[in-house]
C-alpha cells in the first residue's frame, strides 16, 4: 500500500473516530470529550490534505 494511501486511511480513522468521541462528549454534557473530537476530526482532515498533496506531487514529478 502506498504511503500516501496509508496516510489518507489514518487520516478517515482519525476523523471518524474524533466524530465518535464528539457525539459521545454531547451525550453525556462533556465539554472536554466534544473539543476533543472535533480536534481529532481536524487533524484527520489534515492528514488526509497532506497525504492528497504528496500525491499530486508525486504526479508532477513522472
Known amino acids: 500500500m502506498a504511503d500516501e494511501t496509508k496516510h489518507k486511511?489514518?487520516?478517515?480513522?482519525?476523523?471518524?473516530?474524533?466524530?465518535?468521541?464528539?457525539e459521545y462528549g454531547k451525550l453525556t454534557d462533556d465539554d472536554k470529550k466534544?473539543?476533543?473530537?472535533?480536534?481529532?476530526?481536524?487533524?484527520?482532515?489534515?492528514?488526509?490534505a497532506a497525504a492528497e498533496v504528496?500525491?499530486?506531487l508525486k504526479g508532477k514529478k513522472k
Open 9 to 22: 486511511l489514518d487520516g478517515l480513522k482519525d476523523k471518524v473516530f474524533g466524530k465518535v468521541e464528539e
Open 54 to 56: 504528496v500525491e499530486e
Open 34 to 48: 466534544k473539543i476533543e473530537g472535533r480536534a481529532k476530526q481536524l487533524g484527520g482532515d489534515i492528514k488526509k
